[in-house]
């Protein structure tokens, strides 16, 4: 009967990842970063299946691999409650419903339709403040669960302004992951060494 009884709950909880990011993915417009704080929401305050830092972590992780936002964090939360079929779970339930939605546009709509219909035009006009407010709202988060103050705050202004700018490798995201990994690890390095040599005889 226990056996029973745990296999039923890890069909329950799988379910319940797929249909947390199948509903994600239905609602959410805008990529990846829209969908930042709507996942956060789900997954650290009202299912609490990992913690904020946690959360914040596997962030940093999907940014910094190649590929979609969106799935990447799917895909890093899913393995992270539920190891790798957790991970397929989440990224089907992320994919799924933008790829049906996609597949019915394409069959019932065309650009020309969507373009000359009012009602259709009007919609999308009022969604795009909405996924500005959905982009800027996991920024703010993740700026506070960071701590960022203000001695620190500069870095990530001028990185996304070297980047807005648009100046060649120098704007590239790919240089500013790879610089802000290694001035993280000078930050750790630097003082675990000096408190090496202060106890050495």
Known sequence: MSQIKDNTDIQSSYWSLFSTF????????GGGWAMISIIEREI???????????????????????GILAVNIATAVGDKIKGGKGSITAALGTILPSFIIILAIAIFLTPDTIKNNR?????FMGIRPAVVALIIAPVVTS???AKLKWKTVWIPLVVALMISLDMGTVSSPILYIVLGALGGFLFWWLPQRKKTKKTKP
């Open 22 to 29: 199948f509903k994600i993915g239905a609602f959410t417009f």
């Open 143 to 145: 700026a506070q669960a």
């Open 44 to 66: 650290v305050d009202k299912h609490h299946w990992i913690e904020r830092d946690d959360f914040l972590d596997l962030l940093a992780i999907a940014q910094s691999l190649p």
């Open 119 to 123: 009602v259709i035009s009007s919609i």
